[in-house]
């Protein structure tokens, strides 16, 4: 009997993992089960979010996201509806509260507490950077050169809508490299990426694309079109498809601040081409840097892996240096980024040897690359892929 007089069950893993669909919806926290198919669609971090692991064991996942249990425990309260029959088998047990127990050494070692002093610098060096490329034009003239230089400089600046982006990148984390979960390798309409996707592409002779040359098209239609088109395309849509009217002002007040700062300079024509350039670089930054830690990485179906191996399956890091630590945002450590996604970046480093210890005791491959290899590895992937599509098609047509 729960609190309010409720009546509680004892449930299986088996029969949990039975309510995984839209409209029925369960899910597992420390051994207790929750009902949260109403909820979902309330849910602050999204529907699909917490929806990825209806039928599962969320334990994990939910530390992950919540650094303040107080405030989420009364939301949970009226969802749950009962817990796990004891007994039950969980072949995880030692991994799994190993990594618990790391968790809490960082939460003694203050890890997750911001420095409030690094993040008024990086903010500081990248509003800097965008008062030089104005500045740059403004005493050097318009000639290419300063024209160039100043692009280069502006592309350090990004105007995006928050709630876009979250919710984009809580559903990456919640479940990253998962086909038909992770937004970032829904892709089949333009490339196949890991070993799975290419033999189902391939089943379904969904062949609109010459796959096995997308290692080569990849320079054409990946890192430059990605930010001036895809992403601009799905940001307003979020924002106008969900009525986010304080995000459209914040992200309307970037374009009115650029076009009015660089049109008085270059006129309207070349503020456009200034602005599209500078898409195409911050485009090319952004999908090297972030596909070289995922694409070369495991990519399949949800198997509902354990928090720590899904992630560790997914994503690798970047070796350190300071260059490395500055043009990736400290996202070389994409590693520990994805286990304790809340944590500040500045602190990633430190937990990193906890986590290769942790890695070494249970076994867990624990992958560190070069930033020249991660990128190469991308179009290597790539191409693999590419290879399988066109084997398994070639089968398929012999068949």
């Not at 070369?296 to 970047?318: G, H, V, Y």
Request: glycine share 6%.
């Amino acid at each position: 009997m729960g609190k309010g007089g409720k009546q509680l069950g004892t449930y299986s893993y088996q029969e949990v993992s039975k309510h995984d669909k839209r409209d029925d919806r369960w899910i597992i926290i420390n051994n207790q089960v929750y009902n949260i198919t109403n909820w979902a669609r309330r849910h602050p971090g999204g529907s699909r979010v917490i929806g990825h692991y209806a039928g599962q064991d969320a334990t994990d996942a939910f530390r992950a996201f919540h650094n303040d249990l107080d405030q989420v425990q009364k939301y949970l309260l009226p969802l749950h509806i009962g817990s796990v029959q004891k007994g039950e088998v969980n072949t995880n047990y030692s991994l799994e509260n190993d990594f618990r127990d790391l968790r809490e050494n960082a939460e003694k070692m203050g890890l997750f507490k911001p420095s409030y002093l690094f993040f008024f610098l990086h903010l500081a060096h990248i509003i800097a950077m965008e008062v030089m490329a104005y500045l740059t034009l403004y005493y050097f003239g318009t000639g290419w050169i300063p024209f160039l230089v100043s692009v280069c400089l502006y592309s350090t600046v990004q105007g995006a809508s928050p709630s876009w982006w979250n919710h984009m990148h809580y559903q990456h984390h919640a479940k990253p490299n998962v086909m038909g979960k992770d937004p970032d390798v829904r892709v089949d309409q333009l490339f196949v990426v890991g070993e799975k996707m290419p033999l189902e592409v391939a089943k379904s002779k969904k062949s609109n694309m010459p796959y096995n040359q997308q290692h080569k098209y990849f320079f054409f239609i990946g890192p430059p079109l990605l930010f001036p088109v895809y992403f601009q395309f799905m940001l307003f849509r979020h924002i106008f498809t969900r009525r986010l009217w304080k995000d459209f002002i914040v992200v309307m007040a970037f374009y009115v601040k650029f076009f009015y700062l660089y049109t008085s300079m270059l006129g309207l024509g070349w503020a456009l081409v200034y602005y599209e350039i500078m898409r195409v670089l911050e485009s090319h930054w952004f999908t090297w840097v972030s596909q070289s830690n995922h694409i070369p990485m495991d990519i399949d179906r949800d198997t509902a892996e354990p928090w720590i191996r899904l992630q560790m399956k997914a994503t690798c890091d970047i070796e350190q240096s300071f260059f490395n630590d500055w043009f990736t945002g400290h996202l070389n450590f994409q590693i520990e980024h994805h286990l304790f996604p809340t944590m500040p970046r500045h602190n990633l480093y430190k937990i990193q040897p906890l986590v290769q210890s942790l890695c070494k005791k249970h076994g867990i491959p624990y992958q560190m690359k070069t930033l020249s290899q991660s990128f190469i590895d991308i179009v290597k992937s790539l191409k693999h892929s590419g290879q399988l599509w066109e084997a398994a098609l070639h089968a398929h047509h012999v068949s």
